[in-house]
């Protein structure tokens, strides 16, 4: 096969590349809350108009709250006074009690407080609900996460509150932002598309630490090839596998661990020093099942291990064997 015949082989796979993460962001959308014909979440308008002869939420809480699709959140004077056990879930709380008395504003993300300060008002000076809007949300940890969220006023104790009902849509907008990352990763070539490969997974995933190398024909070192970490581009020096999880991969093609994995592998000195926690790591082959290269994602926090995640994580790694295979052709 000549190089020409190769390169349009290898060209035809990451089409087919790209239409498996199609279908794995359709699958997603499919999947998540019940969404009108516009392709929206739901309004809470069906809650119906507010009511001052209404019980005190805390004594329909238990029964109302915790039956409604998503999580529930009701705050009076800008700080949380109820919430149902989906919202301390979604938020990363160990239960609901947790959250009260916290500003709800301490739950949205910095770059969008002021914008969700203006619709609290607005929703207070309406005096019923707003449609329903994607924001970005930040948990217990620190992780940033997506919801849909829609709001409408009620009266509680006597004063004016807001209910706010939000829909995780966390899987669904990460899914069309590796989509989006993984088209735009495609239009560079060489080195210069491993560099925007960690930088959009990294910003993708919300991950401190996003790494791609070639393995040795030998398998047994890494050379790196480009590197995200907390929010620049890093030189990284060829390594030896034995001792760390990258051997895993390279030998068993991935593997995960959602945390401690500096635990696991007390001689990785570069995990102790970056203070890394978890590891997700998947192998990327040739057309003809060598292995070529290893991409890892690492992060300070425990990382959820979720369908999405793990079918972004191996289109990349296609789309690099891919790569890598193609430098071969060109090389030889």
């Known amino acids: 096969?000549?190089?020409?015949?190769?390169?349009?082989?290898?060209?035809?796979?990451?089409?087919?590349?790209?239409?498996?993460?199609?279908?794995?962001?359709?699958?997603?959308?499919?999947?998540?809350?019940?969404?009108?014909?516009?392709?929206?979440?739901?309004?809470?308008?069906?809650?119906?108009?507010?009511?001052?002869?209404?019980?005190?939420?805390?004594?329909?809480?238990?029964?109302?709250?915790?039956?409604?699709p998503g999580a529930v959140l009701l705050h009076q004077d800008g700080r949380v006074v109820a919430a149902n056990a989906e919202a301390a879930r979604l938020l990363g709380y160990r239960d609901e009690q947790e959250m009260v008395g916290l500003p709800v504003l301490q739950f949205v993300h910095p770059e969008e407080r002021e914008a969700v300060r203006e619709r609290i008002e607005e929703v207070q000076g309406r005096g019923q609900s707003v449609p329903p809007r994607t924001e970005?949300?930040?948990?217990?940890?620190?992780?940033?996460?997506?919801?849909?969220?829609?709001?409408?006023?009620?009266?509680?104790?006597?004063?004016?509150?807001?209910?706010?009902?939000?829909?995780?849509?966390?899987?669904?907008?990460?899914?069309?932002?590796?989509?989006?990352?993984?088209?735009?990763?495609?239009?560079?070539?060489?080195?210069?598309?491993?560099?925007?490969?960690?930088?959009?997974?990294?910003?993708?995933?919300?991950?401190?630490?996003?790494?791609?190398?070639?393995?040795?024909?030998?398998?047994?070192?890494?050379?790196?090839?480009?590197?995200?970490?907390?929010?620049?581009?890093?030189?990284?020096?060829?390594?030896?596998?034995?001792?760390?999880?990258?051997?895993?991969?390279?030998?068993?093609?991935?593997f995960f661990c959602q945390e401690g994995i500096e635990k696991e592998f007390p001689d990785d000195a570069v995990l102790a020093r970056l203070g890394m926690t978890a590891y997700y790591g998947v192998r990327a082959d040739a057309s003809d099942g060598r292995p070529l290269g290893k991409l890892c994602v690492l992060d300070r926090r425990p990382l959820p291990k979720t369908p999405w995640v793990e079918s972004v994580l191996r289109a990349f790694a296609g789309r690099i064997g891919a790569e890598l295979e193609r430098l071969e052709a060109e090389a030889e």
Not at 207 to 229: E, F, K, M, N, Q
């Open 136 to 254: 970005r949300l930040v948990d217990a940890h620190g992780r940033t996460l997506f919801a849909e969220v829609a709001g409408r006023s009620l009266i509680w104790n006597g004063r004016p509150a807001v209910l706010a009902l939000a829909h995780d849509v966390t899987e669904r907008e990460r899914a069309m932002q590796a989509l989006s990352s993984l088209f735009q990763a495609t239009t560079g070539t060489g080195l210069d598309f491993f560099a925007q490969l960690t930088r959009s997974l990294a910003e993708t995933l919300d991950a401190d630490y996003v790494l791609v190398s070639r393995i040795s024909p030998d398998g047994d070192y890494l050379v790196p090839l480009a590197s995200w970490t907390d929010g620049s581009s890093v030189t990284v020096p060829p390594y030896p596998a034995a001792g760390t999880p990258c051997r895993v991969v390279v030998d068993q093609g991935h």
């Open 1 to 68: 096969m000549d190089a020409r015949t190769h390169t349009r082989d290898l060209n035809r796979r990451l089409v087919e590349l790209q239409r498996e993460l199609r279908e794995v962001e359709s699958a997603l959308e499919r999947a998540d809350v019940p969404l009108t014909s516009e392709g929206r979440i739901e309004s809470v308008e069906t809650l119906g108009e507010p009511d001052r002869d209404r019980p005190p939420f805390p004594e329909f809480s238990t029964t109302l709250t915790d039956l409604l």
